[in-house]
């Protein structure tokens, strides 16, 4: 059952769309993410869901209601936006229970919520309930501003970029304990991020936004396998783009090139036109594999040890160049700036989008 739906969402700032008629449903108790470059319209979507914005045309529902003429703080939604501050003044305590004193709750309900929402912040009460904002680190205290909203029960959390100022570790644990926590309270997430990695390690799934469009939806692998367009291809991961068309049903063709052959499953439907070839770097291998069925000679420019794997730029025409995920450090160490190489790839290692 869908927790949120967003149905031809437009708005615009001064004649400038920043969103274009956005379509989404999103799933009860799901985590999920809408993720996009800077200026994409991915925040103006949340504020428009939290009701901090009002849509020009269209309409959002929660819980199967329209909230077009409902107030925020009516809406059961929890915010939790990027630079947000607990207030300095109070304890952690007083921090959590401020909107639940609001509510006129009983102090030993207000007790009780607030250590409940503690302990699956695994923040035992007893240690830090009475801590103020700067005897926490900066994890902790996003963990506080996190807390503050749940305890209140939304039926939503909104999250714009929570952990971007955080240090890359920290960043990295508290994502696993945000989805950890999701889990574990059922409450919808909805994550706004401009990082990849980041979407793909807490979400169920993604919406890729790009100029107040969404480009896809999908789970992080459907997303990172099987990208609709370039924008999308380009954006998620790594890619290797090459320029072409198909000739038959899954052979491609590009100007100075041998045919290369795709897996049908892999063609997105653009068969007989123009289009463009994406190739992971991870899935190219150097060396005349037998098992491999695409070919192509090159010559390596430039190799990189990047710690768990190398990378390798090669250059298969002056105007194609390619770059390689190399995970055996004996492979890497062999290759020359210079050397002439096979490099390859199985049919079903590579997609095609529509050159548009």
């Known amino acids: 059952m869908a927790e949120v739906e967003v149905l031809n969402v437009r ?6 769309e920043a969103l274009r008629g956005v ?3 999103i799933n009860k108790n799901e985590f999920f993410s809408l993720l996009g470059p ?4 991915k925040t103006t979507l949340l504020r428009i869901i939290a009701g901090l914005e009002r849509q020009d045309e269209g309409n959002v529902k929660i819980g199967g209601k329209i909230m077009d003429d409902v107030p925020p703080n009516k809406r059961g ?8 501050a607990i207030f300095p003044h109070l304890n952690v305590f007083d921090n959590i229970a401020f909107g639940l004193k609001m509510r006129g709750l009983s102090r030993g309900e207000i007790r009780e919520r607030v250590k409940k929402i503690l302990e ?3 923040m035992p009460f007893e240690k830090y309930a009475w801590k103020k904002s700067h005897q926490l680190s900066g994890g902790e205290r996003q963990r506080v501003e996190i807390a503050r909203s749940l305890v209140l ?3 939503v959390l909104l999250l714009d970029e929570p952990l ?3 240090d890359l570790k920290i960043r990295q644990k508290m994502q696993l304990e945000l989805k950890r926590l999701q889990k574990r309270v059922g409450t919808t997430f909805i994550y706004v991020t401009h990082d990849q990695m980041e979407a793909f390690a807490m979400s169920d799934r993604i919406a890729v936004m790009d100029r107040g469009m969404v480009l896809q939806v999908g789970t992080p692998e459907e997303i990172y396998e099987k990208p609709l367009n370039k924008f999308v291809a380009d954006f998620i991961g790594e890619t290797n783009l090459i320029e072409g068309a198909f000739e038959g049903e899954n052979i491609f063709v590009a100007n100075g090139l041998p045919p290369i052959t795709i897996d049908p499953s892999q063609t997105n439907g653009v068969i007989g036109k123009k289009a463009i070839l994406s190739i992971r770097p991870e899935r190219i291998v150097i060396g005349n594999s037998p098992d491999y069925e695409n070919k192509l000679s090159a010559s390596v420019i430039d190799k990189q040890f990047m710690g768990p794997y190398g990378v390798v730029k090669v250059g298969v025409l002056p105007e194609v160049l390619l770059t390689i995920h190399v995970r055996e450090p004996q492979i890497l160490r062999n290759i020359k700036i210079g050397d002439s190489v096979t490099i390859c790839w199985k049919p079903s290692d590579s997609f095609v989008v529509e050159k548009r």
Do not use: R
């Not at 708005?11 to 400038?16: E, I, L, P």
């Open 11 to 16: 708005k615009s700032y001064d004649g400038v």
């Open 23 to 25: 379509t989404l449903s």
């Open 164 to 166: 971007g100022p955080l």
């Open 77 to 84: 939604v929890g915010l939790v936006f990027q630079g947000t």
């Open 38 to 41: 800077s200026g994409c319209g």
């Open 153 to 155: 029960e939304p039926k």
């Open 120 to 122: 699956l912040m695994n």
